[in-house]
């Protein structure tokens, strides 16, 4: 997969994709307290932790927080090394677990969450707006990640 045969389009997608998987799989993993540090699945602004954290509690969250944090992760530095190296179908195999999850952020988040569809969406003006925002971003995510899919 050399740079030189993707459209510019293409090429930009994939490093904004990238980026954001390394950001996000960073930030649910959060670092804390010194060089190695402890691992902590964090919530914080962070919509795949509070998708899991919607349906699970405690130790259970946590294990597949982190899990899926270091799958945004690989997937992020694999988009990445895919502009010097063909990093092969295993790019594509951290890329459709990421898709996966983002439709279940999708159905947790903007349909059964509590600013979604079934949760008050629809109550005044602003949280139409809300909701929308949310929403285009997510889907925004989402197309991304098909396009840069199998490519």
């Known amino acids: 997969m050399a740079v030189s045969k993707k459209t510019l389009s293409g090429v930009v997608l994939q490093l904004a994709l990238a980026l954001f998987l390394l950001v996000s799989g960073l930030l649910t993993l959060q670092l804390d307290g010194g060089f190695f540090g402890k691992l902590q699945a964090g919530v914080s602004g962070n919509e795949l932790a509070a998708a899991?954290?919607?349906?699970l509690k405690g130790s259970p969250?946590?294990?597949v927080i982190m899990a899926l944090g270091i799958c945004e992760?690989?997937?992020g530095i694999f988009l990445l090394a895919n502009f010097f190296v063909?990093?092969?179908?295993?790019t594509?195999?951290?890329?459709?677990?990421i898709i996966i999850v983002w439709l279940i952020v999708i159905?947790?988040?903007?349909?059964m969450g509590?600013?979604?569809i079934l949760g008050g969406a629809f109550s005044s003006a602003s949280a139409f707006l809300s909701f929308l925002k949310s929403l285009s971003?997510?889907?925004l995510v989402l197309g991304a990640l098909f396009t840069v899919w199998k490519r």
């Open 114 to 116: 509590s600013g979604g």
């Open 137 to 139: 971003a997510h889907l």
């Open 92 to 97: 594509n195999l951290f890329i459709f677990i």
């Open 52 to 55: 899991v954290y919607s349906f």
């Open 86 to 90: 063909d990093t092969g179908k295993i």
């Open 61 to 63: 969250a946590t294990i």
């Open 107 to 111: 159905a947790l988040i903007d349909v």
């Open 73 to 75: 992760l690989i997937a």
